[in-house]
């Protein structure tokens, strides 16, 4: 195994080790909030779902990936295959879209209440989340049903034309037309959702700045508590994050769809840019989230407590 493969090898393994660790950490945090809160306010349950969509394309594409670039290449069958990439393109429109559905929450959130039209939807935020997900999950269940089509185990001869070769698995798209089609929805899609992130991140940070300069006036007009001010700059965070590493994965993807055939270290770069997004989302959640950083360090301390406790008992 020469160099460039363990330090492919590592890379991935570490990306994929913390981001699991940081979007099971996140998960594990909101199960106790859903357990002791009432009612989850809508901005969580919105993160909760990115963090479970997160953890499912790690496990999906880094998982296999590393043990691929390891040299345990006979991993999956043709209905394995399909059904792992299925998993990991759900997955992967799940994180944008909900992206886009948490930017767009918060930004009616800390909205201003000038009208009825206004005041009626932000009561009505909890209900419309339910609706929303089953919404986002029906699209990217028919955007992604092109793997259960053409995803396929490696074969023995050459990769054939109009191919992802993933390593651990190929996408045989068989004709330009379905290589290029697919290519375009996905795009669509992705582009679609990065709009509503940049617009709602940009009417965030409006109000952010008028915030700065008129926090008194801004209470008295209720455009939102300090609370729902950090979560919105929370959000801000996530939206700039996931649109970094969204226009490496697109110029990689772009230069694509010009080829016939694809390196394989063109499509482990994407795959790399495309998940640290889902690696470092947790731990940015974790960081400026209070509500998940108040059950992680009671978490810790009462770890702590048990093992003070159980210390006299084994002398």
């Given at each position: 195994m020469d160099l460039c493969t363990i330090i492919k090898g590592v890379s991935f393994l570490l990306q994929t080790g913390l981001g699991v660790l940081g979007n099971t950490a996140v998960l594990?945090?909101?199960?106790?909030?859903?357990?002791?809160?009432?009612?989850?306010?809508?901005?969580?349950?919105?993160?909760?779902?990115?963090?479970?969509?997160?953890?499912?394309?790690?496990?999906?594409?880094?998982?296999?990936?590393?043990?691929?670039?390891?040299?345990?290449?006979?991993?999956?069958?043709?209905?394995?295959?399909?059904?792992?990439?299925?998993?990991?393109?759900?997955?992967?429109?799940?994180?944008?879209?909900?992206?886009?559905?948490?930017?767009?929450?918060?930004?009616?959130?800390?909205?201003?209440?000038?009208?009825?039209?206004?005041?009626?939807?932000?009561?009505?935020?909890?209900?419309?989340?339910?609706?929303?997900?089953?919404?986002?999950?029906?699209?990217?269940?028919?955007?992604?049903?092109?793997?259960?089509?053409?995803?396929?185990?490696?074969?023995?001869?050459?990769?054939?034309?109009?191919?992802?070769?993933?390593?651990?698995?190929?996408?045989?798209?068989?004709?330009?037309?379905?290589?290029?089609?697919?290519?375009?929805?996905?795009?669509?899609?992705?582009?679609?959702?990065?709009?509503?992130?940049?617009?709602?991140?940009?009417?965030?940070?409006?109000?952010?700045q008028k915030h700065h300069k008129q926090v008194r006036s801004i209470r008295r007009a209720q455009q939102g508590t300090p609370m729902e001010i950090r979560a919105a700059k929370s959000v801000v965070m996530l939206v700039v994050l996931y649109t970094m590493f969204f226009g490496i994965d697109n110029a990689i993807w772009l230069y694509m769809l010009t080829v016939a055939q694809v390196p394989g270290m063109v499509a482990d770069l994407r795959v790399f840019f495309t998940s640290c997004y889902a690696m470092l989302s947790p731990f940015l959640m974790i960081s400026t989230n209070k509500k998940i950083k108040e059950r992680m360090v009671c978490a810790a301390r009462e770890q702590s407590s048990e093992e003070s406790t159980e210390k006299p008992n084994t002398k």
């Open positions: 594990m945090a909101y199960v106790h909030v859903a357990f002791v809160e009432a009612c989850m306010q809508p901005v969580d349950r919105i993160l909760a779902h990115l963090a479970f969509s997160n953890l499912l394309q790690l496990l999906t594409r880094g998982v296999p990936q590393t043990m691929f670039i390891f040299g345990l290449h006979k991993l999956l069958d043709d209905w394995g295959c399909k059904v792992v990439i299925y998993a990991y393109r759900l997955s992967r429109g799940l994180s944008v879209c909900i992206t886009g559905m948490l930017s767009f929450f918060q930004a009616l959130t800390i909205a201003p209440s000038a009208g009825p039209h206004i005041t009626k939807l932000k009561s009505h935020l909890s209900q419309l989340v339910v609706p929303i997900f089953v919404g986002l999950w029906v699209l990217n269940l028919m955007t992604s049903v092109t793997s259960l089509m053409f995803a396929t185990a490696p074969q023995n001869s050459s990769v054939a034309a109009f191919t992802l070769n993933l390593g651990f698995c190929h996408v045989n798209f068989g004709d330009n037309l379905s290589y290029v089609s697919n290519g375009t929805i996905q795009t669509t899609r992705d582009f679609a959702f990065v709009a509503i992130m940049l617009l709602s991140s940009g009417y965030i940070l409006i109000l952010l």
